[in-house]
């Protein structure tokens, strides 16, 4: 079985932190995704990577960062964590040639 | 523009009733389509997928959807709906090359009334 884990489940950072978000496959899978979950707004991607050192832009990047050094770690920076940062982050992955993605069980992260 | 709609936010059904919960897309070309499930506190789970062929696909845990291309739909059913199918399901389509790009549905929160 796929395996997406993240490294925490919940989360409190203070405004103005910097918060890293982790997330390791254990599939060796390409791609990897940051989806941000709002309730009513559904998924949105932040950032995806297809290959170590690779990474592309998603829909909402403004305000994110990514690092993807090994295949198997991909992780999501908040450089200054403001307020509206405050939402579950659902880390993914799946082969190259696309098809399904296998998600983490998410972090819920909160910043005061 | 490419884009997907759930229409109901929330449905409730009684524990054995059947289930029906609607997709609908926006997307020029023949898309990819998904169903995922999320748990409480979960991540999401893909219940099926249609890329081609069939138009009636079957997923797991006795979910299946049809994919009407003169509706733009495609809608996931059940017959006998369990307790344990409480959950919040999204709707994507997967547009450009390698599906890379999913875009998802709002999600529709499912009620199991004993």
């Known amino acids: 079985d796929v395996k997406v884990t993240q490294s925490s489940r919940y989360l409190v950072k203070r405004t103005g932190e910097k918060v890293f978000l982790e997330c390791v496959q254990d599939m060796d899978h390409e791609n990897m995704f940051w989806y941000r979950q709002d309730p009513g707004l559904g998924l949105r991607l932040i950032y995806f990577s297809y290959d170590v050192k690779m990474k592309e832009k998603g829909d909402i990047p403004e305000g994110y960062s990514v690092s993807r050094e090994k295949k198997e770690r991909f992780s999501l920076i908040l450089e200054s964590a403001s307020t509206n940062q405050t939402s579950m982050y659902l880390c993914a992955s799946s082969l190259l040639g696309g098809g399904d993605k296998y998600f983490g069980p998410g972090t819920r992260l909160t910043v005061t | 523009a490419q884009s997907v709609t759930q229409p109901d936010i929330h449905i409730t059904v009684s524990e054995g009733a059947s289930l029906e919960l609607r997709c609908n897309y926006s997307y020029g070309a023949t898309p990819y389509l998904f169903w995922y499930v999320q748990s409480p506190g979960q991540g999401l789970q893909l219940l099926l997928k249609y890329f081609s062929g069939d138009t009636l696909v079957q997923g797991i845990k006795g979910f299946e959807a049809e994919f009407k291309r003169s509706q733009s739909s495609f809608n996931l059913r059940k017959p006998s709906v369990h307790w344990s199918d409480a959950a919040e399901y999204f709707c994507?389509?997967?547009?450009?090359?390698?599906?890379?790009?999913?875009?998802f549905g709002t999600g529709t929160r499912l009620k199991v009334l004993a």
């Open positions: 994507a389509v997967g547009a450009g090359s390698g599906t890379y790009k999913y875009i």
